[in-house]
C-alpha cells in the first residue's frame, strides 16, 4: 500500500475483513461496525481504503448487479477462482470453489480463447434455506 502509508483505518478495516474470511460485507456494513466500536470514520473514506486495499490484492471486490459491490479478506491464494452464487430472496452472498465451475471456466478459456473473471462472476438463484 503506497509505501508505509497505513492508517488507524487501514488497520482496523483490514482487521475487520481479516476476521471473517468466508465472509464478504459491503462499505456500509464496514461503515456501520467502525462506528459500533466508536470509530469515527467517514463512509467516503472506507470506500477510499477498500479500493487500496483491492488493488494491493488484500482484498477481492464482488459485483453483485445494478452496481452493487461486496468486499472479501483474501487469504492469500484461496479465493482467486472462486465464484459466488447471490440469493434472490434473502440476497445472501456465498463463495464457492465449485470444481464444475473451474471446469466450464477453463473450457471457455481453452476452446473459446475467453477467460472469465469469477470475482466478477455471480450466479443468481435461491439458496437453500429459502427453497424451503
Known sequence: MR???RTKQFTRI???LSESP??????????SACHEMGMDVALATIYR???HLTKDAKVKKIVT???GMRYQYVQGD????????????????M?????LLLEVSDHMNEEHGFEIDAGKSVLYGRCKNCRT
Open 3 to 5: 509505501g508505509s502509508y
Open 65 to 67: 448487479g445494478e452496481g
Open 14 to 16: 483490514l482487521e475487520f
Open 95 to 99: 463463495q464457492t470453489n465449485c470444481h
Open 78 to 93: 484461496s479465493s482467486t477462482n472462486a465464484y459466488y452464487l447471490k440469493c434472490e430472496d434473502c440476497g445472501k452472498l
Open 22 to 31: 468466508n465472509d464478504s460485507v459491503s462499505a456500509k456494513e464496514i461503515h
Open 49 to 51: 481504503q477498500l479500493e
